[in-house]
């Protein structure tokens, strides 16, 4: 198993780790028959946090794709570990950006990590002959 591949699981782990601990401390008023109900989340940082974990679900298919694929296309691994782990890295800042209310900081992270992806997603372009 690769770092990269190792980096898709901390990537569904993050994304899943960011609403947890929001769902855990208002147990009382989280109902897990109901867990998508909208009143839930009230404004502050119990939305931030459902908004930080659906980017993360939102980002994961081109991560997960963008990974594959390299990895399919021989692209050099140690290229490929170091741009999954930068991703995962950015993204980490990026929920705490968005859970601190910081939203240039936010979008300036989600831009890096898509450009982060992006570079994962074409470096079989760059292989060398």
Request: hydrophobic share 55%.
């Amino acid at each position: 198993m690769t770092v990269a591949e190792i980096m898709l699981f901390a990537a569904v782990l993050l994304y899943l780790l960011t609403v947890a601990p929001v769902k855990a401390i208002g147990h009382r008023r989280f109902d897990n028959a109901n867990p998508r109900d909208p009143g839930f989340y009230e404004p502050g940082i119990a939305r931030r946090t459902l908004g930080a974990h659906l980017n993360g679900i939102e980002t994961f298919p081109f991560f997960a794709a963008a990974v594959f694929l390299a990895e399919f296309r021989e692209a050099p691994q140690h290229w490929i570990d170091l741009l999954a782990g930068a991703f995962v890295g950015i993204r980490l800042l990026f929920v705490l950006a968005y859970l601190g209310n910081r939203p240039t900081a936010r979008t300036l992270l989600w831009n890096l990590g898509f450009a982060v992806n992006t570079a994962i997603f074409f470096l079989p372009w760059w292989r060398p002959a």
